[in-house]
């Protein structure tokens, strides 16, 4: 299957966004702030350039219409897997909140 053929949902958009976030965090604390970009200023502003066109794509993503994956299940948590584990065997006394003044302190 090629790339252009897997059909996306909502997580694909919310995960190009964090990748879009997290390598122009990157970028500008680890390469644009770095002391030879500030000794070269040709460099930092190529690196600049680089830099905005990153954050323009972040917002031609954020601003894409995202498909309505309602019924898509990738984005349901799936609880199926704790029903069996020792948290659901919690005794009941444990399993409601306390108020302080049912404490007596």
């Known amino acids: 299957m090629r790339e252009k053929d897997i059909p996306l949902d909502s997580y694909h958009y919310h995960e190009i966004l964090d990748r879009l976030s ?6 500008d604390r680890y ?5 030879v970009s ?7 502003d190529i690196i600049e350039e680089a830099l905005i066109k990153l ?11 995202v498909l309505d994956d309602s019924n898509d299940d990738i984005l349901k948590p799936n609880y199926s897997q704790f029903e069996d584990s020792t948290f659901s065997q919690i005794p009941p006394e444990f399993s409601k909140p306390t108020r302080t003044d049912d404490l007596n302190i």
């Open 22 to 27: 997290v390598f122009t965090d990157t970028i």
């Open 31 to 35: 390469v644009f702030k770095h002391p």
């Open 38 to 44: 500030k000794h070269h200023p040709e460099l930092s």
């Open 55 to 65: 954050v323009d794509a972040y917002q031609m993503v954020a601003n894409l219409p």
